[in-house]
């Protein structure tokens, strides 16, 4: 869990370099529970994006889909739905795109951060994260605030 926070602060913080992948592969060898293999691969498909190197996306992507048909949080799902969309949106996939746009606007009651941005308003207790294009999740909410 440490691994994956640790992460996801420092890609809010503006650093992608090679330390922050090192700790997202420690963090999944120990990884047990969908929710935390989502948000591992959240975190490496948003760390690709930012490293120009979508050529290596497609195994990230399988792999997402592949969770949120296991995990039963519609936040993380909605969340993980949302970068898939924004990945297919960066290539030039529309029709793609909007269907994970789609799913994620369906579940997006669940995730205040996604309907944020689908519906361009601030919400003081995520502003930190909506001057963002993708989402990332922590594995444990209050975390942010101890950590960062």
């Given at each position: ?45 948003v760390w690709l994006i930012e490293n120009d ?10 792999k997402i889909l592949e969770y949120t048909d ?79």
């Amino acid at each position: 869990m440490f691994l994956v926070n640790k992460a996801v602060i420092s890609m809010h913080m503006g650093i992608f370099d090679d330390s922050i992948w090192n700790f997202l592969d420690i963090a999944e060898m120990s990884a047990r529970v969908s929710y935390d293999k989502l948000a591992i691969q959240i975190c490496k498909l948003v760390w690709l994006i930012e490293n120009d190197n979508c050529n290596n996306c497609e195994p990230i992507l399988q792999k997402i889909l592949e969770y949120t048909d296991l995990e039963p949080d519609k936040a993380i799902v909605s969340a993980a739905y949302y970068d898939v969309y924004y990945y297919y949106s960066l290539n030039g996939q529309k029709e793609i795109a909007d269907k994970y746009k789609m799913q994620a606007q369906e579940l997006e009651e669940w995730c205040p951060i996604v309907k944020a941005k689908f519906h361009n308003y601030i919400d003081k207790e995520y502003a930190f994260v909506l001057n963002k294009k993708w989402v990332l999740f922590y594995l444990e909410y209050w975390t942010y605030d101890l950590l960062y």
